[in-house]
């Protein structure tokens, strides 16, 4: 329908228009889904001369890369473990949700997590699914990084020149967390040069990576300062919440 003609509905109308759409959207992500299977089982991409399922996705049919992996992976989800296509189709789970569960189904596991993460959010299911990923060996660090700038180019190209601020330089001194894992190390402390050949480069500042582990109570706790702060601070970023 056309801008002008959706002026033209009551509210009712237009809410009840809403829900026959999304109902619609639904099946149609499903019927995507079944047919890129039946797609990667013909091997249709190869004789289109795309190197896989992803790359067709990408270019033939212009998913976002993320979109398209997401896609991808539902798709060979709901084919390989069928009952959560049935879930797909009740609505009790969405395309996302698959997609963070889909490489730790197996057959042993697969009723167990299907079952958990039903009607869950986001990250609801995520956690759930981290009960079954590889644990990870991480540690707290520190690491000197270069960002761009938002909005920000530097016109007629050529070389420039970048030298992290002395606080940045302290800071890495005095760091027990290293990226290394030697404290005191200045490896990404160093002065860096930009060469770009470019009309406009993207200009850089020094920011500072900063990863630790917590609990989930103290996600918790944080959410709520965060909440608290809402209203005060336009920027409600980690940093900003800390600050």
């Given at each position: 329908?056309?801008?002008?003609?959706?002026?033209?509905?009551?509210?009712?109308?237009?809410?009840?228009?809403?829900?026959?759409?999304?109902?619609?959207?639904?099946?149609?992500?499903?019927?995507?889904?079944?047919h890129?299977?039946?797609?990667?089982?013909?091997?249709?991409?190869?004789?289109?001369?795309?190197?896989?399922?992803?790359?067709?996705?990408?270019?033939?049919?212009?998913?976002?890369?993320?979109g398209?992996?997401?896609?991808?992976?539902?798709?060979?989800?709901?084919?390989?473990?069928?009952?959560?296509?049935?879930?797909?189709?009740?609505?009790?789970?969405?395309?996302?949700?698959?997609?963070?569960?889909?490489?730790?189904?197996?057959e042993?596991?697969?009723?167990?997590?299907?079952?958990d993460?039903?009607?869950?959010?986001q990250?609801?299911?995520?956690?759930?699914?981290?009960?079954?990923?590889p644990?990870?060996?991480?540690?707290?660090?520190?690491?000197?990084?270069?960002?761009?700038?938002?909005?920000?180019?530097?016109?007629?190209?050529?070389?420039?020149?970048t030298?992290?601020?002395?606080?940045?330089?302290?800071?890495?001194?005095k760091?027990?967390?290293?990226?290394?894992?030697?404290?005191?190390?200045?490896?990404d402390?160093?002065?860096?040069?930009?060469?770009s050949?470019n009309?406009?480069?993207?200009?850089?500042?020094?920011?500072?990576?900063?990863?630790?582990?917590?609990?989930?109570?103290?996600?918790?706790?944080?959410?709520?300062?965060?909440?608290?702060?809402s209203?005060?601070?336009?920027?409600?970023?980690?940093?900003?919440?800390?600050?």
């Open positions: 329908m056309r801008p002008r003609a959706l002026r033209g509905l009551s509210d009712n109308e237009l809410l009840a228009q809403i829900e026959k759409i999304r109902r619609r959207e639904h099946l149609s992500t499903i019927e995507i889904l079944l890129l299977n039946e797609v990667e089982r013909r091997k249709l991409h190869l004789k289109l001369s795309y190197s896989s399922l992803y790359d067709y996705c990408v270019r033939h049919l212009r998913y976002s890369s993320s398209a992996s997401r896609r991808v992976a539902v798709a060979r989800c709901i084919r390989q473990h069928p009952e959560a296509l049935d879930l797909l189709r009740s609505h009790k789970l969405n395309v996302t949700g698959v997609s963070l569960v889909a490489s730790v189904l197996r042993d596991n697969k009723t167990e997590i299907l079952e993460i039903q009607n869950k959010s990250s609801e299911i995520d956690a759930i699914a981290a009960r079954y990923r644990a990870i060996a991480l540690r707290d660090r520190v690491k000197p990084v270069r960002v761009a700038v938002p909005g920000s180019r530097i016109e007629g190209g050529g070389r420039a020149e030298r992290p601020p002395a606080s940045l330089q302290s800071a890495c001194k760091s027990n967390f290293a990226h290394n894992g030697q404290s005191g190390s200045l490896t402390c160093k002065e860096t040069r930009k060469e050949g009309s406009a480069a993207v200009r850089t500042e020094q920011k500072l990576l900063i990863q630790f582990l917590a609990n989930r109570g103290f996600m918790e706790r944080y959410e709520e300062v965060r909440a608290l702060l209203q005060r601070l336009p920027d409600t970023s980690f940093e900003a919440v800390f600050e």
